[in-house]
């Protein structure tokens, strides 16, 4: 994002990899570029998803990592609420709720909250989402170690996870990258 303005730009996701891989960050990647990792095609991600490890030396390395590409949170639009039976949905302030355009408070390890945000870099957007997707210590037993955009070694969401993210409730441009994600876990499933 640049000053001024309020559009995404595409993030250089090999670029962010190799930032966050360089200082250490423990991280499952989610979202789009995981579906893309798993061999769906997804245009052109509007940000790199990641599910950081949140104990505090991990926090740490994770804010030196966003200082070295000029992370800056977006301005607050909204929060996700939790509701009956655990669902996590997005509550999009209205347009005069006082807390809408707000900064974030600065990235601090000892806050997961001023984290837990999408975040403007050189390199494109950066989502940095602790719970919505899973925590890390619940994804990282089932992800995959596959290569992303030519960074080796990074830790994907598992098909499976995936799929419980990418079907409840299913988005339009969803239903592609789930029959992909179908056709691999019953390619594994058979092996």
């Known amino acids: 994002m640049t000053e001024g303005s309020d559009k995404r730009v595409p993030p250089d996701v090999q670029a ?107 390199h494109g957007e950066l989502d940095i989402v602790p719970r919505i997707s899973g925590t890390f ?5 089932r992800a995959a170690v596959l290569t992303v955009r030519g960074v080796d070694n990074v830790d994907v969401m598992s098909i499976d996870d995936l799929l419980v993210h990418l079907t409840v409730p299913r988005r339009k441009k969803d239903v592609g990258r789930v029959a992909v994600l179908r056709g691999r876990q019953r390619e594994s499933s058979r092996s």
């Open 137 to 141: 210590e619940e994804l990282i037993h």
């Open 16 to 122: 962010l990899l190799r930032t966050l891989k360089a200082h250490s960050v423990e991280f499952v990647v989610a979202g789009s570029v995981a579906v893309e990792a798993w061999g769906a095609d997804v245009g052109v991600p509007g940000d790199l998803d990641i599910v950081p490890a949140t104990n505090r030396r991990n926090l740490e390395r994770l804010v030196n990592a966003m200082r070295q590409v000029d992370a800056q949170s977006w301005p607050v639009t909204g929060r996700w609420v939790s509701g009956d039976g655990g669902e996590t949905t997005w509550e999009e302030y209205v347009d005069n709720d006082p807390r809408r355009g707000q900064p974030q408070p600065d990235a601090d390890p000892d806050n997961i909250e001023t984290l837990d945000s999408l975040f403007s870099t050189r």
